[in-house]
Structure formats: C-alpha cells, structure tokens
C-alpha cells in the first residue's frame, strides 16, 4: 500500500512546507520506492517524481519547492511497490513512481491500492496491450478509454471500475474539468484535517494514514512557528476535541471554493487474489500474511521484495535479532533500518526519536553526523533499553496510549507531566494511573456531552 497526500493551504509557501514534511514523515518507516509530487496550478502541470524514497532524498525540499509553482492544491504520492504475479512482474523505476499523465494527457492520478482486470474472457486479450505495465498504468489507459467517451470524471471513473477490482484510493487532476478530484474506495482509506493559521482557516490536507497525518501535523505546526511565528491550529470535528475525520467509504469528492464536496458513489469490487508486497520496515517476518477467503497462510517467497526488506529477511533468517545487532558497529547503510527496528522494539516512535536525539546533542538527525548517530546507538539506546525489560511496564505504556486515543505519544507528555520522557523511564504504577485518570475525564466528558444534548432537547 502507497500513501496518497494533498494540501490545499492557499499559498505556495505553506503548501511547499507541509508536503516537505507529509512525504519525509509518509516514507520513514516504509514507501521507499518513489516519490512524486505535482502542482495542480501550475502552467505546464509538470509532475516531478523520483525512483528514490522521500527519506533518501537529501535535497526533498528544493525538489518540492521547484515542483510548486503555484498556490492551487498539490498532490503527492510516497511508493511501496508492489508486486503482481498474474498481470505483470512490477520493477522499481523513475517510470513507476507515481503520479502518471494519463495517455490522453487530460488527467493526472495517483494510486494508493491494488487493482487488477476482472476475469472476463473478453478482457484477457488486452493483458498482452499492458504488457510491462504496473497495475496503475493498465486502470489510467482504461481510464482514458473512457474519459473520452464520457464528459465528466465521475463518469468515466464508475465506467472503469466495473472492469477492475481490488482496493484504492486516487488523487486526480483533470485537465479537461480543470479540477482535483479524491476517490476512496471502501478498503484503502483516506483522511482529512482543517488548518487554521493564527485563527483564521486556511485550508486543509488528506492524507493515506492517520498517524502519519497527525506527525505532519506536529512538524508543520513546529516549522510553521519556526518560519513565521505564526500559531497554528487545527480544527475540532467534535466535542471530543478530534482534529481529523476519515473520508466517507465509496465515496468521490470534488474541490468546489477550496471545499471538499461529495458528487459521487463508486463501487469497490472485492478481491480474493494474493498480492504480496514490501512490509513496512516495522515488520520482520519470514513470510507476509494474506487472505484468501480462507486462513491466513505464510508466502515463504515473496515474488518482489526490495533490497532493503531483503536485508531485514535475511537478518532474520541467520537467527539475528534487531536487538543483538544493534549495538554492533553500524554503517551509514544500516544505520537507519537500526534505529527504527529499535524504535518500533520499543514501542517508541521515530518523532520521538528524533525528540530524544535533539535532547542529547541540540538539533535533530537530519543535521546528525555518522559519529553521533553511532554514539546515539551504541550508547544512549543501549543505556535505556534495560528499562524496557519489564513486560508490565510496556503493557502500562500501551494503556496510556490507548486511554489518549488520537492523540500523539509527544502530546501525552505535555498534557500530564507526571510522565517523564520517555516513557520507559516511568514505573508500571504511574504509567497505569495516568491511563485510568484519562479514562475518568473521557467518561466524565461523555456524561457531559449527553447531559447538555438532552438539557437542549
């Protein structure tokens, strides 16, 4: 699965900004094979893409910024490919990052899900047409087919999809219409966030993945601040003080005055085929689940797998655990599959390794050089790994999460200050009763809420 995002904050600068941050935070654990972005305002729509990950991208914000041109919405897609054994054998190329011009060139889509033909005898002669195509490809030609039979987008997307089946989700331009559309399916989702600068609203941002969207939402607010000392703030979508809401299912928007409106239902047709693709970083099994409509069953060989997760395989397979190797020597090659496989061993995430890192030496990893980052690991880690050797304690942590819901693990830490950072270095006591007392506030919201609703009745 690939991580779909748009921003539409009004202005080049903000936009530039947040999809900096939404791509480098959208590819730290995972979706290192490609990145593109588009600017949907701009005159010549040039779609600047690269076979390389966002996180491996060392000069990421010129190549944003000289890709935004305008203050229209911008699109981005951050690649985990996948790979297909039936229609086409996927491989890792500029040519495959997303997003695509379509071949009637009156549309620009980006892709997060899996999609193959459905298997009607009438259509299995056009596989050899598709022949080295990926799975994107093959719907944006079809796509096209009948985008000219029909006038509007919504139309010729529903056309298609009767022809397909599998998960998605797309971020489209259209050239024709000269407007944005945000398709979800049912499996692959979507979500959305209202951003306000200094209490005024400026605009908002999709993007694939929650947690994902709520990190972009801390930097941006960090660097926004940095930039300009302006505040930023993010709109509440109920009285339980959530900020992001989840994109109806089957669902199609349009951008109508800067504001998301639904124009339209799509079916997802469901599928029982296996597709195997790269696990996130975080994961480190020998074989990836899948779903046939039966059990889950192992897929000892993946039919792709890029170098990188390859590694991580066959680290696992000569009984090498991420704990043992990681206060060996590193090298700059895998210095960064060290730190997030103790970042996610430790149930701590990359932000607040980064949080962690600023503490000990004033900047972030991105200013890091390889005698730090080793020292990092080699010492501080080490040092507070054996905090973590209690299972009741972690299971306290995962409590407090749980209790806070949405809200970020950096977050936490500045709402309760009984909670010393990070968190392994607090007992099981005090991690459970900062959980049971955030229970006891959210119950006593709740019988609030429900009091004033029926007081108003």
């Known amino acids: 699965m690939c991580q779909l995002c748009l921003v539409n904050l009004g202005s080049k600068k903000r936009n530039t900004v947040w999809m900096t941050n939404s791509l480098l935070i959208n590819s730290i654990d995972s979706h290192q094979d490609g990145v593109g972005v588009v600017d949907t305002g701009s005159p010549d729509r040039e779609i600047w893409k690269s076979v390389y990950g966002a996180i491996n991208t060392t000069n990421l914000a010129d190549c944003v910024n000289l890709a935004i041109t305008s203050n229209s919405p911008v699109i981005g897609h951050v690649r985990l490919a996948s790979a297909r054994n039936k229609v086409v054998e996927e491989v890792l190329s500029q040519k495959n990052a997303h997003p695509f011009l379509s071949p009637c060139k009156e549309f620009i889509l980006a892709h997060n899900g899996t999609l193959e033909f459905r298997e009607y005898n009438d259509k299995r002669k056009d596989l050899k047409e598709y022949k080295g195509l990926i799975d994107t490809e093959i719907f944006i030609h079809e796509l096209s087919k009948n985008y000219k039979k029909h006038k509007l987008m919504q139309q010729a997307l529903k056309r298609t999809m009767e022809d397909f089946k599998g998960k998605f989700a797309f971020l489209i331009y259209s050239i024709r219409e000269d407007a944005v559309f945000i398709v979800r399916g049912k499996t692959a989702k979507l979500h959305k966030v209202t951003i306000s600068i200094e209490g005024k609203e400026v605009g908002w941002a999709v993007n694939t993945e929650k947690m994902s969207l709520f990190d972009t939402m801390r930097i941006f607010q960090q660097n926004w601040y940095l930039l ?42 469901t599928t029982h085929k296996r597709v195997v693709t790269n696990p996130p970083s975080r994961m480190f099994p020998m074989g990836i689940k899948a779903n046939d409509g039966q059990e889950n069953k192992d ?55 980064d949080y962690l890192f600023s503490l000990v030496y004033g900047h972030g990893f991105s200013g890091a050089s390889m005698e730090e980052l080793q020292i990092f690991i080699l010492k501080v880690l080490k040092e507070l790994a054996p905090h973590d050797s209690r299972k009741k304690r972690k299971k306290g942590w995962n409590k407090v999460l749980n209790a806070f819901q949405d809200i970020n ?49």
């Open 228 to 269: 300009t000392k302006q505040k930023v703030t993010f709109k509440k979508i109920d009285d339980e003080y959530h900020t992001v809401e989840e994109l109806e299912e089957e669902s199609i928007y349009w951008i109508k005055d800067n504001i998301l409106e639904v124009i339209g239902e799509i079916e997802e047709n």
């Open 299 to 353: 897929i000892k060989t993946p039919a792709f797998t890029s170098p990188k997760v390859k590694g991580l395989r066959e680290r696992k397979k000569h009984g090498i655990n991420y704990k043992n190797v990681i206060y060996n020597t590193l090298t700059y090659d895998n210095i960064v599959d060290s730190l997030i496989g103790w970042s996610n061993a430790h149930n701590i995430t990359t932000l607040e390794l």
């Open 409 to 457: 693990g950096m977050y936490i830490y500045c709402i309760d200050n009984r909670l010393e950072f990070p968190w392994m270095l607090n007992d099981k006591g005090t991690l459970v009763e900062i959980a049971n007392d955030e229970k006891e506030k959210l119950r006593l919201r709740k019988e609030e809420i429900k009091k004033n609703k029926e007081d108003n009745k």
